[in-house]
């Protein structure tokens, strides 16, 4: 079944590390993001990218970083730069942008501080 | 800068009762408007899609219509099910230049009574 894998589904993570979120999609989407949730808010872009090798950033991309060396992965690390990282993370991707296509999300990974 | 606006937070209805979400935005000039469910924990699941151009667009007992003029969307669920509860969130597409992902509102978190 084609989709969008997110792992791990949790993470902790300690004062002064940095961690890396995966996500990869088998539906040969071009263009993919990552999103942050935080209880009783709507999502947040952090970053995205419509080709490899390529990537933007979105409303709140400070203390985030990542790359896009495949097609099929957008992995996101979490630096110890962002000060507040408790947050559910969500990745999504779409056919050649987002405007008129869909987008499709993975079943997200919720990073915890220690 | 976008915002979107989804009214009510929080909805109760009894099953079998039609329902209606909605979801206000404040710059019209958007691409396209979509409307996702989430369940606890999980990621998004893609509903409808409305581009700027259509009116409405239906999938079994869902209808979300648009009026972008006004800067309204509107989600009915007819004939509600206990499985329609969830948090149903709005989000749109700008046009023009800036991060190519989606604005999103808060949700309305639905709860079906058997």
């Known amino acids: 079944d084609g989709g969008i894998t997110q792992s791990p589904k949790y993470l902790f993570r300690k004062e002064g590390q940095n961690v890396t979120l995966s996500c990869e999609q088998n539906?040969?989407?071009?263009?993919m993001y990552w999103y942050r949730q935080d209880p009783g808010q709507g999502l947040r872009l952090i970053y995205y990218s419509q080709i490899v090798n390529d990537f933007q950033k979105g409303d709140i991309a400070e203390g985030y970083s990542v790359s896009r060396e495949k097609k099929e992965s957008f992995p996101l690390t979490v630096t110890s730069a962002q000060k507040n990282p408790t947050a559910f993370y969500l990745c999504?991707?779409?056919?050649?942008?987002?405007?008129?296509?869909?987008?499709?999300f993975g079943d997200g990974t919720r990073l915890s501080i220690l | 800068k976008q915002e979107v606006t989804q009214i009510p937070a929080a909805l109760s209805v009894p099953e079998g009762e039609n329902l209606v979400l909605n979801c206000s935005f404040t710059?019209?000039?958007?691409?396209?408007l979509q409307w996702f469910r989430q369940d606890p924990g999980k990621g998004l699941t893609s509903l409808l899609l409305?581009?700027?151009?259509?009116r409405e667009q239906t999938s079994g007992r869902l209808n979300a219509s648009l009026d972008k003029s006004s800067g309204r969307s509107t989600l009915y669920i007819a004939a509600s099910q206990p499985g329609d509860s969830a948090t149903y969130l709005c989000a749109v597409i700008q046009s023009g230049g800036g991060a190519d992902g989606l604005t999103f509102g808060k949700g309305t978190h639905l709860i079906i009574q058997p």
């Open positions: 409305i581009q700027s151009s259509q």
């Open positions: 999504a991707s779409s056919i050649m942008g987002p405007r008129y296509q869909p987008q499709h």
């Open positions: 539906l040969n989407h071009d263009a």
């Open positions: 710059d019209s000039a958007i691409y396209n």
